[in-house]
């Protein structure tokens, strides 16, 4: 991978977010749309059925991350504390601090998975930006808990130590929940303590008008149940993508083996 030697800042790059709930399977949608511009690595799955595997979106997300780990960042993605944090604040903060990843290559755009409630204030920040929205249903917030606890959680065990320390659980809790979270269908509605967490970060504000043709909304059901070809077309049509046969049908087929993967409640 040739690697960007030199800092760059992210509103002076195309740049897609792709906006979700946390479960939803924005990661994977990241790592599909980062291949269509640039296949120089393999498209990999992990044995649970996320896209976390993919090295070049984690090079961007991991990076991206740090700068939103600040009290600043995590007011812009909470929509909190305008009181002391303004408007016009939020947007410099973005504009000043967010830079490209050395690792991540800068000739092509910068695919971002995100997660916040209000997705407004990146897209006025970098005006360079276009964003593929994933939205759920109330009643689909359960399914994307079992996602996440499924693929993510369940499948390292520091993480999943870290985070039920960060939830207040004790050492016996923690042991507990280790073993229970091995068979979770079975044992799913313990863990209702995590759906806090799973919900901080879903999307309060709605999508401004002014970014109407800047936002492709995609539902969940759509996501998962709709031709693979028909979604793949849409998303390219948005972000203006022109795709080659073979490469059509590679994504094409990542699609199916994404959804053959996902678990099932």
């Given at each position: 991978?040739?690697?960007?030697?030199s800092m760059?800042?992210?509103?002076d790059?195309?740049t897609?977010?792709v906006?979700?709930?946390?479960?939803?399977g924005?990661?994977?949608?990241?790592?599909?749309?980062y291949?269509?511009?640039?296949?120089?690595?393999?498209?990999?799955?992990?044995?649970?059925?996320?896209?976390?595997?993919?090295?070049?979106?984690q090079?961007i997300?991991?990076?991206?991350?740090d700068f939103?780990?600040?009290?600043?960042?995590?007011?812009?993605?909470?929509?909190?504390?305008?009181?002391?944090?303004?408007?016009?604040?939020?947007?410099?903060?973005?504009?000043?601090?967010?830079?490209?990843?050395p690792?991540?290559?800068?000739s092509?755009?910068?695919?971002?998975?995100?997660?916040?409630?209000?997705?407004n204030?990146f897209?006025?920040a970098?005006?360079?930006?276009?964003?593929?929205?994933?939205?759920?249903?109330?009643?689909?917030?359960?399914?994307c808990?079992?996602?996440?606890?499924?693929?993510?959680?369940s499948?390292?065990?520091?993480n999943?130590?870290?985070f039920c320390?960060?939830n207040?659980?004790?050492?016996t809790?923690?042991?507990?929940?280790?073993?229970?979270?091995q068979?979770l269908?079975?044992h799913?509605?313990?863990?209702?303590?995590?759906?806090?967490?799973?919900?901080?970060?879903?999307?309060?504000?709605?999508?401004?008008?002014?970014?109407?043709?800047?936002?492709?909304?995609?539902?969940y059901?759509?996501?998962?149940?709709?031709?693979a070809?028909?979604?793949?077309?849409?998303?390219?049509?948005f972000?203006?993508i022109s795709?080659?046969?073979?490469?059509?049908?590679?994504?094409?087929?990542?699609?199916?083996?994404?959804?053959?993967?996902?678990?099932?409640?």
């Amino acid at each position: 991978m040739k690697v960007n030697t030199s800092m760059k800042y992210l509103k002076d790059a195309p740049t897609v977010f792709v906006h979700y709930p946390i479960g939803a399977g924005g990661w994977f949608l990241a790592s599909l749309i980062y291949f269509a511009y640039d296949q120089s690595e393999s498209f990999e799955f992990d044995n649970k059925g996320s896209g976390h595997n993919n090295r070049a979106i984690q090079y961007i997300n991991n990076f991206y991350k740090d700068f939103l780990g600040s009290k600043e960042g995590a007011d812009i993605l909470e929509d909190a504390n305008y009181e002391n944090f303004s408007q016009q604040q939020r947007l410099a903060y973005l504009r000043d601090n967010l830079l490209i990843s050395p690792l991540a290559k800068d000739s092509v755009p910068q695919v971002i998975s995100i997660h916040c409630r209000n997705i407004n204030i990146f897209l006025e920040a970098f005006p360079n930006s276009k964003c593929i929205q994933i939205n759920i249903t109330d009643d689909q917030k359960k399914l994307c808990r079992f996602n996440y606890l499924f693929k993510i959680l369940s499948t390292t065990e520091i993480n999943f130590e870290t985070f039920c320390r960060d939830n207040g659980l004790s050492e016996t809790e923690i042991k507990n929940a280790k073993v229970k979270i091995q068979n979770l269908k079975d044992h799913f509605d313990e863990f209702e303590w995590t759906s806090k967490f799973i919900t901080k970060l879903n999307k309060t504000v709605e999508n401004s008008p002014e970014f109407d043709k800047r936002i492709l909304e995609i539902f969940y059901n759509e996501y998962i149940n709709d031709p693979a070809d028909y979604l793949l077309t849409e998303i390219c049509k948005f972000l203006e993508i022109s795709l080659e046969e073979n490469l059509r049908n590679d994504l094409t087929g990542y699609i199916f083996q994404y959804r053959a993967l996902q678990p099932k409640l």
